[in-house]
Each structure stands twice: as structure tokens, then as C-alpha cells.
């Protein structure tokens, strides 16, 4: 077994460096999602559960009882 880097674009591999090999031979293709978030956030269909729990949040923070995350204090 052997790793490749690659760059798929529109369905086809394009290897980064030679395989080695010749002939015809199956393959198993990995592909890494850059953004594991980007279909969920990009997804259109309605979630009533996340508007709630949103819903929630903003008023507790109009009520004082939260405060806006400061990204200097987050470790």
C-alpha cells in the first residue's frame, strides 16, 4: 500500500508525483475535506432545532445573562 498526494477536480485525480506502477489495478481515493463545516453551514434545508437553540441564545444575551466571546481570553 503506498499514499499519494493528489488533486481532484471535477470527479478526476491528478497525482503530484509518479505512482510507480503500471497496468490497470484498483485504488482506494481518500478525499480530505478542508472545511468539515462547510456543508453543514451551506446546507439549506431548515433545522428548527438550531434556530431555537439561536433563538435562545440571543435572548439570554439581551437579558445580561451571557456575554460575547472575546477571542483574546479564549485558550
Keep these: 500500500m503506498k ?5 481532484v477536480e471535477d470527479g ?5 508525483e509518479p505512482l ?3 497496468g490497470r489495478f484498483d ?11 462547510a ?3 451551506n446546507d ?10 439561536g433563538q435562545e441564545a440571543l435572548k439570554e444575551f439581551e437579558e445580561g ?4 466571546l472575546d477571542p483574546d481570553r479564549m485558550s
Design 3 to 7: 499514499a499519494i498526494k493528489a488533486i
Design 27 to 37: 485504488a482506494i481515493v481518500v478525499v480530505l475535506d478542508p472545511d468539515p463545516w
Design 39 to 41: 456543508d453543514l453551514i
Design 65 to 68: 445573562k451571557t456575554t460575547l
Design 20 to 22: 510507480g506502477a503500471k
Design 44 to 53: 439549506p434545508r431548515p433545522r428548527p432545532e438550531l434556530v431555537k437553540a
Design 12 to 16: 478526476n485525480v491528478l497525482l503530484n
